[in-house]
C-alpha cells in the first residue's frame, strides 16, 4: 500500500507563492506517474499538474500553465508543486497521487489509484 503525506498549504494573498510537497512511501525509477489535484467545495476534483517519473514528462491544465511547476526528488521520495502568481481561484484543497501504470489522461483523477489526504491553499484577494 502506498502512502503518500501533503504538506505546503497555508493562506496567501493573491500573487504570492506556496510549495507543496508530497512524501511518497513507495518510489520507483521505472516510469510511474504522480500528479497533483485541487477541490474546491462544491467543484469536482480536477487534475492540476503530473509527471511520469521514469522521463520526467510534465503535464499541466491550462488554468496553471505558466504559474505553477511540478517537480521530484528522488532521494527525497518527495513530489513538489512550486505555485507563483497566486489567485483566489486557485483556492483548494490540493491532493497528491500516485499510480504505477497510468490507463488514462494524466489529469484524470480516475486514473490514479493511491492518495494523500491533502493541504488546504486559501488565496485572499
Known amino acids: 500500500q502506498v502512502q503518500l503525506v501533503e504538506s505546503g498549504g497555508d493562506s496567501v494573498q493573491a500573487g504570492g507563492s506556496l510549495r507543496l510537497a508530497c512524501v511518497v512511501s513507495e518510489y520507483t525509477y521505472s516510469n510511474n506517474i504522480m500528479g497533483w489535484f485541487r477541490q474546491a467545495p462544491g467543484k469536482e476534483r480536477e487534475g492540476v499538474a503530473a509527471?511520469?517519473?521514469?522521463?520526467?514528462?510534465?503535464y499541466y491544465s491550462d488554468s496553471v500553465k505558466g504559474r505553477f511547476t511540478i517537480s521530484q526528488d528522488n532521494a527525497k521520495k518527495t513530489l513538489y508543486l512550486q505555485m507563483n502568481s497566486l489567485k483566489p481561484e486557485d483556492t483548494a484543497m490540493y491532493y497528491c497521487?500516485?499510480?504505477?501504470?497510468?490507463?488514462?489522461?494524466?489529469?484524470?483523477?480516475?486514473?490514479?489509484?493511491?492518495w494523500g489526504q491533502g493541504t488546504q491553499v486559501t488565496v485572499s484577494s
Open positions: 497521487a500516485f499510480t504505477y501504470q497510468l490507463v488514462g489522461s494524466p489529469l484524470s483523477p480516475s486514473g490514479y489509484k493511491f
Open positions: 509527471l511520469f517519473t521514469g522521463s520526467r514528462s510534465t
